[in-house]
């Protein structure tokens, strides 16, 4: 019975950078989208309860994006280097 050991030096696996750039992605798809609704909402002829919640729906679903995504990048960075990064990203 033979066991696999980790090959030591090996680089990141492709589902990691897959993962990675998905969660750089994130935000710079909210940032693109936020970009678009805040033009949007600045239309005068837009309903004001439509407005409003586009508002909030945008506002509180993009912070939980954003988190959800740097949170994600984050994870894909070497231990060493998560905890040092982290609190940065959250700032």
């Given amino acids: 019975m033979t066991t696999a050991t980790p090959e030591?030096?090996?680089?990141?696996?492709?589902?990691?950078?897959?993962?990675?750039?998905?969660?750089?992605?994130?935000?710079?798809?909210?940032?693109?989208v936020l970009g678009w609704a805040i033009t949007w909402m600045r239309d005068t002829d837009a309903s004001t309860l439509v407005v409003v919640t586009v508002a909030l729906v945008l506002g509180v679903g993009g912070?939980?994006?954003?988190?959800?995504?740097?949170?994600?990048?984050?994870n894909q960075l070497p231990f060493r280097l998560q905890e040092s990064v982290r609190p940065w990203v959250f700032v």
């Fill in 8 to 32: 030591v030096g090996r680089g990141p696996s492709t589902r990691q950078v897959v993962q990675g750039l998905v969660g750089l992605a994130i935000p710079v798809v909210l940032i693109l």
């Fill in 63 to 74: 912070v939980f994006a954003a988190f959800f995504g740097m949170d994600r990048a984050v």
